[in-house]
Nanobody
Framework: QVRLVESGGGLVQPGGSLRLSCSVP???????????MAWYRQAPGKQRELVAR???????NYADAVKGRFTISRDNSRKMAYLQMSRLKPEDTAVYYC???????WGQGTQVTVQG
């Protein structure tokens, strides 16, 4: 089991921005480089859904609901993944989870609430 730690959630008004961070502190850098990292979210009463994933800078994928507003990135030297969220909407409210894509390695989740 690989430990992932998310941070950066909070309360923001519609139209605002937040940046989520995901650390994989115990990974060896060379191993982290091979991970495809992903962000999922789960809103109350809904299933967890894939928001974005990144293999490397040239290979990213986004859910239609967030395209053009969210940007996923990674810093391999720091063993970090990020989700920059802009033009946030109330429907983006959810617990956001970091994940090593294709595995059952998850972070604890961070709450994002978008309301006026």
């Amino acid at each position: 089991q690989v430990r992932l730690v998310e941070s950066g959630g909070g309360l923001v008004q519609p139209g605002g921005s937040l940046r989520l961070s995901c650390s994989v502190p115990r990974a060896i850098t060379s191993t982290f480089n091979t991970y495809e990292m992903a962000w999922y979210r789960q809103a109350p009463g809904k299933q967890r859904e894939l928001v974005a994933r990144i293999a490397d800078r040239a290979s990213t994928n986004y859910a239609d609901a967030v395209k053009g507003r969210f940007t996923i990135s990674r810093d391999n030297s720091r063993k970090m993944a990020y989700l920059q969220m802009s033009r946030l909407k109330p429907e983006d409210t959810a617990v956001y989870y970091c994940n090593i894509y294709g595995t059952e390695n998850w972070g604890q989740g961070t709450q994002v609430t978008v309301q006026g």
